[in-house]
């Protein structure tokens, strides 16, 4: 009976997506909580969903790359293998088991990685960046991502990648100028270096190097790239998944650790909450517009007033399904660098129930026509 009735749910499910032009994922950064965004991609695939669209920045342009660049079978296996890969780090994990001795294992297993690396991801150079002159290509960063290339070229098929059937856009950072650059399969031809570029936080990582410029980590500037998606956009109905790691809302810290903790939540969060508020009301101003417009005499129209209502026609229904990941307490604020596997585990499981139950109440991917757009968040509207 169970079995029937998911069935049912997940026809529902597919049925109500096909209305949109786009199905569009929109993963934020976040290092090692970005295999909460592998469950959420999990149960999105379990119902059917295939977006078309997939957006990214940092860990989450990484996570992207490799679903956009494998086929719908083989995403989810592949996601596990990059993830059970970079997690699997040495001795810490035999701490795992006792909750007790959670809070110290976390602590452990981050301080591994930092001093170890991560299998697969990156690892520590020879010689520091203060012992090497400057211009060389280890002074001016801590780690070697070189293992990265290699894995992303192991899990991605670069020409699924940029076929035409899907989009792929990461988002990085100009070094030299500091503007926010874009890379866009629909613009231009990606690979390795574009993921790479798009997680390159100094000083930890190198900047990367594409054409004669130098990239780091978008999360420098925007940590989520939902604003360049709804600002392209224009002329789509779009269902967008947003998928963020750090939550902007907290409670009041009551130690140092939990003050550092807060503070990263607060900076990388890019108060997505907040911007997708404000898109939201010029969004729907303009479809108010619209409709004032239309009920006007037309004898009364300016050239002005024509040409705006001639804009407007097409402005597009857009819904927002918005999964931020709620962190525990024990995580503490090296939660995005403790990449042990009893933790990942965790973090793809809660992606694994959040999207499951944003996925139960199928009204909420219903295009509503009566505004231009609408925002869904399983852990406010319950």
């Known amino acids: ?47 059917g969903i295939e977006p078309n669209w997939m957006s990214g920045v940092s860990i989450g342009a990484i996570n992207v790359s490799i679903i956009a660049g494998n086929k719908p079978e083989n995403r989810v ?7 059970e890969t970079i997690t699997d780090h040495g001795y810490a994990s035999q701490l795992a088991g006792n909750d007790n001795l959670r809070t110290f294992h976390n602590l452990t297993s981050a301080m591994m990685s930092m001093i170890y690396g991560v299998p697969g991801f990156y690892k520590p150079r020879m010689l520091s960046p203060w012992q090497q002159s400057p211009g060389q ?58 993921i790479m570029a798009s997680g390159a936080l100094p000083p930890a990582f190198p900047a990367v190097k594409i054409g004669s410029e130098f990239y780091w980590d978008g999360g420098i500037v925007s940590n989520t790239p939902l604003q360049y998606l709804l600002e392209l956009n224009k002329l789509h109905q779009t269902l967008v998944f947003q998928v963020d790691l750090f939550n902007a809302r907290g409670d009041m810290p009551k130690t140092v650790p ?54 407007l026609q097409d402005t597009p229904q857009i819904n927002v399904l918005q999964l931020i990941y709620h962190h525990a307490s024990y995580e503490g604020d090296q939660k995005d660098y403790e990449f042990s596997k009893w933790t990942m585990r965790e973090h793809w499981a809660a992606g694994l129930e959040d999207a499951r139950r944003t996925l139960s109440h199928p009204e909420w991917l219903k295009m509503d026509q009566s505004t231009g757009m609408t925002l869904h968040d399983v852990h406010r509207d319950e």
């Open 77 to 83: 296996s592949k996601l596990k293998e990059f993830w």
């Open 137 to 194: 290509a280890g002074a001016t960063s801590h780690y070697d991502t070189s293992d990265l290339k290699e894995h992303l070229n192991s899990l991605i098929d670069w020409d699924i990648l940029n076929q035409n059937s899907h989009r792929l856009s990461v988002g990085a950072v100009n070094v030299r100028t500091g503007n926010y650059k874009y890379f866009d399969t629909a613009l231009e031809r990606i690979g390795p270096e574009h």
């Open 258 to 311: 939990e003050v550092r903790a807060r503070l990263k939540d607060i900076m990388y969060s890019s108060r997505t909450r907040n911007a997708t508020n404000r898109y939201k009301k010029i969004h729907d101003l303009q479809t108010h517009l619209r409709d004032a417009l239309s009920r006007v005499d037309p004898s009364k129209w300016t050239l002005e007033d024509k040409r705006i209502l001639e804009e």
């Open 1 to 47: 009976m169970n079995q029937q009735s998911d069935r049912i749910k997940s026809e529902s499910v597919s049925s109500l997506v096909r209305n949109y032009e786009y199905i569009a994922l929109v993963f934020q950064g976040g290092g090692a909580l970005g295999s909460y965004q592998a469950g959420v991609f999990e149960a999105l695939s379990e119902a």
